[in-house]
């Protein structure tokens, strides 16, 4: 029998992800915005919220500016080639949650089968 608590965690794990997803989104589409600066999320902070939270979607992990990256001479410091790479590792992480997840429902929707 799936652990409920787990099936939250993926919850929250997913809902992590989708917001990351946003933010990279919006950097791309800021590549051109002077002054602008990247933004993403603290992926293992925002994660042990989540869990600290027992999965709960209503928390919207913060964004922060990230530090360091090369700044053209506008200000901005998006890199398309950088958010491109970041964003494929996130929907890599997105779609193995989606699939870990499915297999909780099988688990449970198997033991429901064997207790008929």
């Given at each position: 029998?799936?652990?409920?608590?787990?099936?939250?965690?993926?919850?929250?794990?997913?809902?992590?992800?989708?917001?990351?997803?946003?933010?990279?989104?919006s950097n791309m589409a800021n590549v051109d915005t002077p002054g602008y600066h990247t933004q993403d999320l603290d992926f293992r902070g925002a994660m042990r919220q989540v869990m600290n939270e027992g999965g709960n979607l209503d928390l919207v992990p913060a964004s922060r500016e990230l530090q360091g990256l090369p700044e053209r001479p506008d200000g901005n410091n998006v890199s398309i080639d950088r958010e491109?790479?970041?964003?494929?590792?996130?929907?890599?992480?997105?779609?193995?949650?989606?699939?870990?997840?499915?297999?909780?429902?099988?688990q449970l929707l198997t033991a429901i089968k064997e207790g008929n």
């Open positions: 029998m799936p652990d409920f608590s787990s099936i939250q965690g993926l919850q929250g794990y997913l809902s992590v992800l989708s917001n990351r997803q946003q933010l990279i989104v491109s790479l970041q964003l494929s590792e996130t929907q890599l992480q997105y779609q193995l949650g989606v699939q870990l997840l499915k297999s909780k429902f099988h």
